[in-house]
């Protein structure tokens, strides 16, 4: 994800008029089609400006890219990581005869032909969704989850606590809940515009099939392949709060005019949460399931342990699983004080915070958006990756972000001050039968095993922040240059020292402006970057007053730059190497001999993403971040605001990676800063 996020791009409200559509049945179940008969009706059912380019031939297909292209743009990505001449020759001779197999033409026809039979949607779109996501085993927080750490609200003051009896939390989370409220009736009813990128007219409009499964949707453990449920909101209204591992409904929406309800009247319910939850603690109730932990684990563990759940339980049991999939989304209100970046991030990443991991009981991975807020009023987001990226995200966590407690206060006042449903413990009416005789055995026994697992996760993981104050996108651009790809040469250069060899490195790029579009990767890894890397040296060279050295660094700087805006600019518009490549060899049939090249070591390499990347710049997030790809690898989020530069930097700690690569990017950038202060200077002209 490249993006920097205008926040004037953002609808503001609608008229309270709107009115949302029954849908054909109260829950539709997603395999990850997008096509599926119940899934693309209720587009046409929603309507509205959100959904108007969804039909028609408004927005293209994805393209399927030409062989020779994609293997001249594997070479280019791929050399750089060469270890031996053998290699070398090997790799040379596969992509070769590559071109010319015969086996390559059939399958490049069948992928063709593929595209041709999906007139209404990606040819990759099921493929992506089942086997990039649904089918992954691994447990969703830290390899599949996404977190977003929103600034701090001014006009949320301790002196206000005076008058209230609330936490800094409760406050915050009331005001984010009112703009999810605007947001959902919006969403919900399709008459938020759809989103559309570029500076000129006519703009070129984004898919927005992803928006179904960001309210009331939650994913489903299934063995083998999860499943995505979205649920009618013009049924369900509510949302869920969670505290201390207790699960509440709670409402928070005008039923008739689908308007949030009065900012003191969410605060009155959030504070009973609190209550509650913090009661039962104190007097030891047995009351708290801790259920939350079982969604933490691998998918199959979770799977097993849902049916096991519903043996127990019965019918109760499935009402509550109902009532908490069918939220509109999830507020955690966490018995946590962070201050720091990376404190926050531990918190928001996994629930790994100042209480030894128990904050990770605290939550609900499934549900398709989490929003934390803490005792002291720091507030996070969390998107589940499965059915929807991160730029619809990023319109919420906007929304979230520019919701002062003050605005809350004035965009509800007057609200409706009817009855409102009681604050109900989702799991109440079933916890006795989830505790008693040897079902309550076994439940006990499936929620400690999924807290040990979730606490060694977190310990097996690091998280370091690094906010680098020295410029941002401002400076980069007075230097003449993408602030996006100045800053990957950076992390080329961070991670090339920290390795001592150059790394394949993934950018995610959206495609969403094809029909069901998703991602591709813009490759960082190229010969261009791979000059600049050798020029530069596994250390500083110290030589910034060597005209010669500066003009040659400033020169394959350039040159890499240039290099990866083309190659971004390509997979932007759907012609990268890597998802042609999965098109290519999963269209090999048994019997079939795949390609060499297709499993040649350098190839595999090149796709083994030691370096996980992705762009956002957002004025009023402090930070944001995911986890690493690969077991030997990191994941590096960044933003570039115009004065600084933030870097959210996950690893498994026995690399203890993260530190070292924090020192090494400010190394890196410094170093940059450098050489573009001696081209302004003109010493490269001596």
């Known amino acids: 994800m490249n993006t920097r996020y205008n926040t004037t791009q953002a609808a503001t409200t609608t008229t309270s008029t709107t009115v949302l559509k029954r849908w054909p049945t109260s829950m539709i179940e997603s395999n990850g089609d997008y096509t599926a008969e119940a899934e693309s009706q209720l587009e046409a059912l929603i309507g509205g400006p959100l959904y108007e380019k969804q039909h028609n031939n408004a927005l293209p297909l994805l393209p399927v890219p030409q062989v020779k292209d994609t293997i001249a743009k594997l070479m280019d990505t791929a050399l750089p990581l060469v270890e031996s001449e053998a290699e070398r020759t090997s790799f040379l001779n596969a992509a070769k005869s590559f071109e010319q197999d015969d086996l390559v033409k059939i399958l490049q026809q069948r992928l063709v032909e593929k595209r041709e039979k999906t007139p209404n949607s990606s040819w990759l779109a099921l493929w992506w969704n089942q086997m990039g996501y649904l089918q992954v085993r691994d447990p969703i927080v830290v390899n599949v989850s996404y977190f977003f750490h929103l600034s701090d609200d001014g006009t949320v003051l301790p002196a206000q606590l005076q008058n209230k009896n609330y936490s800094l939390g409760v406050m915050r989370g009331a005001a984010a809940l009112v703009a999810c409220a605007e947001m959902r009736k919006e969403v919900c009813s399709g008459s938020m515009p759809h989103e559309a990128i570029g500076r000129k007219e006519p703009r070129t409009p984004l898919c927005s099939v992803a928006f179904k499964y960001m309210f009331h ?42 308007e949030p309800l009065p900012l003191e009247v969410i605060e009155d319910q959030l504070q009973q949460c609190v209550q509650m939850a913090d009661g039962d603690d104190l007097n030891n109730s047995n009351n708290n399931l801790q259920l939350g932990w079982l969604t933490s684990g691998n998918r199959d563990d979770w799977a097993h342990a849902r049916e096991a759940l519903l043996v127990a339980g019965g019918d109760k049991l499935q009402r509550a699983l109902e009532v908490l999939e069918s939220g509109a989304i999830l507020l955690c209100l966490d018995d946590e004080e962070p201050e720091s970046r990376r404190q926050c991030g531990n918190v928001f990443w996994h629930g790994g915070g100042q209480n030894n991991g128990e904050t990770g009981g605290n939550r609900w991975f499934d549900k398709s958006v989490q929003i934390f807020a803490t005792n002291n009023g720091k507030l996070g987001l969390m998107g589940e990756h499965s059915m929807m990226d991160g730029m619809p995200m990023i319109q919420l966590a906007d929304r979230v972000a520019n919701m002062s407690y003050a605005k809350a206060q004035e965009r509800t006042a007057g609200g409706s001050t009817g009855a409102v449903a009681p604050v109900e413990d989702i799991f109440g009416a079933c916890a006795e039968e989830l505790q008693k005789g040897y079902h309550g055995d076994v439940v006990s026994n499936l929620t400690s095993n999924a807290e040990m697992a979730l606490k060694e996760l977190i310990d097996n993981h690091q998280l370091h922040v690094q906010s680098f104050q020295a410029f941002g996108s401002s400076y980069i651009k007075q230097a003449g240059y993408s602030p996006d790809a100045f800053v990957q040469q950076a992390i080329q250069l961070a991670t090339y020292r920290l390795f001592g060899k150059q790394a394949a490195t993934y950018e995610a790029t959206q495609t969403r402006p094809f029909l069901h579009g998703r991602t591709e990767t813009t490759r960082a890894v190229s010969m261009a970057s791979s000059k600049f890397l050798d020029r530069m040296g596994l250390k500083p060279l110290y030589d910034e007053h060597d005209p010669q050295a500066v003009n040659e660094k400033l020169e394959l700087l350039s040159g890499a730059i240039d290099s990866h805006v083309k190659y971004m600019r390509g997979a932007a518009q759907g012609l990268g190497v890597d998802r042609h490549l999965l098109g290519l060899t999963l269209l090999v049939k048994d019997g079939e001999e795949t390609p060499a090249l297709l499993t040649d070591p350098v190839t595999k390499r090149s796709k083994h993403w030691r370096v996980s990347t992705s762009h956002l710049s957002h004025p009023r997030f402090d930070n944001w971040g995911f986890g690493e790809v690969v077991p030997d690898g990191v994941g590096v989020a960044y933003g570039i605001k115009n004065n600084c530069c933030l870097f959210n930097i996950t690893a498994r700690r026995e690399h203890d990676w993260t530190d070292s690569l924090s020192h090494l990017l400010e190394e890196a950038l410094l170093e940059m800063r450098t050489l573009c202060d001696a081209k302004k200077a003109g010493v490269s002209r001596l």
């Open 217 to 258: 949707a939650c994913r489903i453990p299934k063995l083998e392949q999860d499943a995505y449920r979205i649920y009618d909101p013009s049924v369900y209204t509510h949302c869920i709060v969670a505290r201390k591992g207790r699960f509440f409904k709670v409402a928070f929406i005008d039923d008739v005019t689908q």
